[in-house]
């Protein structure tokens, strides 16, 4: 089937500007990921969705970003005024339930250039 | 804390040359052990998984052995080609949700 979707691909913003990132997880997982993979400092934890649980916030850098996810399915990573730090891909996951331990899924990424 | 190491890169190898990529970790608990693929312009993909000591996951040719008394999940492949030049991920999950990814091995394969 098809697996984690995510756009846009690439990104280019100004310093300041807002943008938004979504990610469309394979039909059927409940749990949804996000993470932050920097040039040279590999993958960070952003952010975890289960269900209709209160989301896991506890990786997010500062209070310029947020995340929703709408009827359990569709999510977005929104980035209030960029700053070039930020400039990094994002990738999205999926997993079945979220249970410890499971196989996550990763989308292709979006890569995003904050000039 | 939970902590995975990867020995850097860039690796460059010859077609056909035997690979091993080195991956050590520290945890609490009884991880879960993975290695992931990126392919360039591509996001990551799973290339096998080993859930508890002396697991050996396989895939691709590609091959790693859970060992606990070592700590370690070394990826090998026998006879590597042009098409597995990729960045390699070793990463654990234990106890949790959260993945804890080592930085990434970029692996180069000349024809």
């Known amino acids: 089937g098809a697996g984690v979707s995510q756009s846009p691909s690439n990104k280019v913003t100004e310093k300041g500007k807002d943008v938004e990132l979504r990610c469309d997880p394979i039909s059927g997982h409940t749990a949804l990921y996000w993470y932050r993979q920097s040039l040279g400092q590999g993958l960070e934890f952003l952010i975890y969705f289960q269900g209709n649980s209160a989301p896991d916030k506890s990786g997010l850098p500062s209070d310029r970003f947020s995340a929703e996810r709408t009827g359990g399915s569709v999510s977005t990573l929104t980035i209030q005024r960029t700053q070039q730090e930020d400039s990094a891909v994002y990738l999205c996951a999926s997993s079945d339930r979220g249970r410890a331990q499971e196989t996550q899924y990763f989308g292709p990424g979006t890569r995003l250039l904050v000039l | 804390g939970n902590s995975v190491t990867q020995m850097e890169g860039p690796v460059t190898l010859s077609e056909e040359a035997f690979l091993t990529i080195n991956c050590t970790y520290t945890?609490?608990?009884?991880?879960?052990l993975f290695w992931y693929v990126q392919y360039p312009g591509e996001g990551l993909q799973l290339l096998l998984k080993?859930?508890?000591?002396?697991d050996k996951g396989s895939n691709k040719g590609f091959e790693a052995t859970y060992r606990k008394e070592t700590t370690s999940f070394h990826l090998e492949k026998g006879s590597v080609q042009v098409s597995d030049s990729a960045v390699y991920f070793c990463?654990?999950?234990?106890?949790?949700?959260?993945?804890?990814f080592g930085t990434g091995t970029r692996l180069k394969v000349l024809a």
């Open positions: 080993a859930t508890k000591a002396d």
């Open positions: 990463a654990l999950v234990s106890g949790t949700y959260k993945y804890i």
């Open positions: 945890a609490t608990g009884y991880p879960s």
